[in-house]
């Protein structure tokens, strides 16, 4: 099996061994779509797993999350509907119940963060490009997060928070690769 390790930017990937093929996705849905897509025509990878940061939209969310559902949150998915489209906003990867909200809006303010956590447990900007990009390319993908903040005014620290989970996830990747 040949599984190719997406990662957002090079700080999360500061612990990964050199044996893992991996590659980064950039910041945004857009970007990760795209570098995802591009990885796997290149590549050919029998699994995609998408490791990376996402802040707590709910108190006490901390630690290593494998995402269930992950769900396009800024996409006016209800105004697509009416038109008679399907936004397939929402992708199902796993029979976890986390769910994660994936969007281009960086999450740090108390406002955002109580709207996104009626229906989500953590937040991203990569995760739903990724899982998209997957699906349409028709490679199963396994999508862990860790806790790196608790998507409010911390977040804007997230350059120095990163490092511990950096470390947790390349944990996770040589237990389960």
């Known amino acids: 099996m040949s599984v190719l390790v997406v ?3 090079a700080a999360e990937a500061r612990y990964l061994p050199a044996e893992f093929d991996w590659t980064l996705a950039g910041i945004g849905k857009s970007a990760a779509a795209i570098s995802t897509t591009r990885a796997i025509l290149e590549r050919q990878p029998s699994l ?6 996402a802040g707590a939209l709910r108190d006490g969310l901390e630690g290593l999350h494998e995402i269930g559902v992950v769900v396009n949150h ?22 976890s ?9 960086f999450v740090n303010d108390p406002v955002t963060r109580a709207r996104l956590a009626v229906d989500h447990h953590l937040v991203d900007m990569e995760g739903y490009g990724v899982a998209l990009a997957c699906r349409e390319l028709g490679v199963p993908v396994r999508m862990v997060k860790h806790v790196s903040d608790p998507a409010d ?25």
């Open 7 to 9: 990662i957002a930017v």
């Open 97 to 105: 119940d986390v769910v994660l909200a994936s969007g281009d809006v």
């Open 48 to 53: 995609v797993i998408n490791a990376g940061t």
């Open 153 to 177: 005014e911390s977040a804007n620290d997230w350059p120095t928070l990163v490092d511990h989970s950096a470390r947790e996830l390349a944990a996770w990747l040589n237990a389960n690769v």
């Open 74 to 95: 800024d996409m006016n998915a209800d105004a697509i509907r009416a038109l008679g489209f399907d936004p397939r906003e929402r992708l199902t990867l796993s029979d």
